[in-house]
Structure formats: C-alpha cells, structure tokens
C-alpha cells in the first residue's frame, strides 16, 4: 500500500513549456485535489476532484488542466509554464469529506519555471 | 480578517517545554478543524482532527474556542522530534478542500 505518489519529484522547465504531474492513490478515494505551496502562503487549492471523470476548479486554476480519467490518477498540466508557477506541487486524496476523514498528501512535486 | 491566520513564529524552546500556538479563523460556523505537521520538504500530515471542543491525544491538545474563533494547540513535555511547521487548518466548502494557515515554526533545542 503506497498511498499517494507523485511524479516526477523534481522538475526544471523553461518558460513556455508543457508538463504534466501525475498523481496515483491505492487507497480507492473518491476525493483527489492538486495544492500549491509557496513560501509564506499556506497551502491553495489549484483543482479537485470529486470521482472518476469529473473536476472542478480550486482557488488558483489558472494555467493549470486537469483530468481524471481512472479513479486512481488525477493528472495536473500546464500548458505553458511562467515562473509564477514556481512552487511545490502536493496532490491529496481522502475517502471523503468532513472533519473525519482525512486528506492524505503525496510527496509532493518541487518545480521551477526559469 | 483572512480565513485563518497563525503567527508563524518560530517558536524556539528547550526539550521538555510547554509550549502553545494560537490560530484564529473567520467562518464563524466552523465547528471542526485539523492540526497538520509538515516537516521539512515533506508533505503535510495530519497531527489531530477536532469536532466541537476540543482534542487530547498524549502531549497534544487541541482546543476550540468559537466564541472568539480561535484555536490552540498545546505541546506538553516537547521533544526534539516535536520541530516542524504545524498547520491550522479548516474544512472548507463542500467540495472537501482544505484551507490552510500558513503554519507555524517550532523548534525544539537540546
């Protein structure tokens, strides 16, 4: 049982690159969400996710897609990186919501857009 | 008044310190809550969940105080293992998202 993993771990992009983070939990949760931390913010949320096939947008969604096709991944893309989409990237999951159900986080993803 | 705001420190204290942190929210119907700790370069982990009152589990309690929207949460006998940022944060909509204060330092010295 890994939990929640992230690839890649790390990543260096120019300006006006594409990528794309994956996301997989094993825990079989309906809930997925991608957050952005930056330094002397807390935690935003970018996308979420509330089942196979559908997303929504969080606080910050844009430059950012996403999409969940297989109820395991939640795939965050940037179309065309900026540096202000330097930042840690933690996708989470939980089985449900609610103050008893908790959100588990994956590693996270550590991107810089020069 | 930003949706939740801690001090975000750091708290510096010697091993076997009580030490306390404050985080005040502005949605007065919140009634439940969560405490994260987030080591450094490391993803955020859930510490305590609280509904209604408050929370006790070993060192750590937690407590609510929704006359005066605030949180505490209260490290007793702190260890070294005890430094990290810890997170206040709060259910959010009904899409289950979470919002974040931007968390406050501990550290814990011999």
């Known amino acids: 049982n890994a939990g929640v993993t992230q690839t890649p771990k790390f990543r260096v992009l120019k300006t006006g690159q594409s990528m794309t983070l994956l996301c997989a939990q094993d825990?079989?949760?309906?809930?997925m969400y991608w957050y952005r931390q930056d330094p002397g913010m807390g935690l935003r949320l970018i996308h979420y996710?509330?089942?196979?096939?559908?997303?929504a947008k969080g606080e910050v969604p844009d430059g950012y897609n996403v999409s969940r096709l297989k109820k395991q991944n939640f795939l965050l893309g940037l179309e065309s990186a900026a540096p202000s989409q330097t930042s840690v990237y933690f996708c989470?999951?939980?089985f449900g919501v609610g103050w008893s159900y908790e959100q588990y986080f994956g590693p996270g993803t550590r991107l810089t857009v020069t | 008044r930003k949706e939740v705001e801690q001090d975000p420190g750091p708290f510096n204290v010697p091993e076997g310190a009580t030490v306390a942190f404050n985080c005040t929210y502005s949605?007065?119907?919140?009634?439940?809550f969560f405490w994260y700790r987030q080591d450094c370069r490391k993803e955020p982990k859930l510490l305590m969940s609280?509904?209604?009152s408050g929370n006790e589990d070993g060192r750590f309690t937690a407590q609510l105080n929704r006359a005066s929207q605030y949180i505490s949460l209260l490290i007793r006998d702190s260890k070294l293992s005890d430094s990290a940022t810890y997170l206040c944060?709060?259910?959010?909509?009904?899409?289950?998202?979470?919002?974040f204060g931007k968390g406050t330092k501990l550290s814990v010295k011999p």
């Open positions: 989470a999951s939980s």
């Open positions: 825990m079989n949760h309906e809930y």
């Open positions: 996710s509330v089942g196979e096939g559908t997303t």
């Open positions: 949605n007065s119907a919140s009634q439940s």
């Open positions: 609280v509904y209604s």
């Open positions: 944060v709060l259910p959010g909509g009904s899409q289950g998202n979470l919002i």
